[in-house]
């Protein structure tokens, strides 16, 4: 029972634990155009690094813009912040330990 005990208590800190970790965005300056591949090489690291929990999101501020080519109203999205990407990252102090 007591064995029962110890990891319900266990899950409960790791859960507090994991819902003190505050998060804020951060804006990463890239060359302009370049943004989707700086995008996919920062999740890539992310996942490779484990750093899951750490990282929520990594995006590319756009917005749709509407324009008339040939007669035809076409959408297209372009980038609201050119050479910016935003992401959430754990804003703790602490390093980050490898496993």
């Known amino acids: ?3 029962i005990a ?3 208590l266990r899950i409960i800190l790791t859960k507090t634990v994991m819902a003190e970790i ?12 370049k943004e ?3 995008k996919e090489y ?7 690094m484990k750093l899951n929990d750490y990282v929520n999101q990594v995006l590319i501020p756009t917005e749709k813009v509407f324009k ?3 007669g035809k109203k076409v959408n297209k999205e372009k980038a609201f912040l050119p050479g910016r990407l935003s992401g959430k990252v754990c804003s703790s102090r602490e390093p980050l330990r490898k496993s």
């Open 36 to 38: 989707k591949k700086v």
């Open 1 to 3: 029972m007591e064995g």
């Open 22 to 33: 505050v998060k804020k965005w951060y804006v990463v300056r890239a060359v302009s155009g």
């Open 68 to 70: 008339i080519q040939n």
């Open 6 to 8: 110890w990891i319900y």
């Open 42 to 48: 920062l999740e890539l690291e992310i996942s490779r």
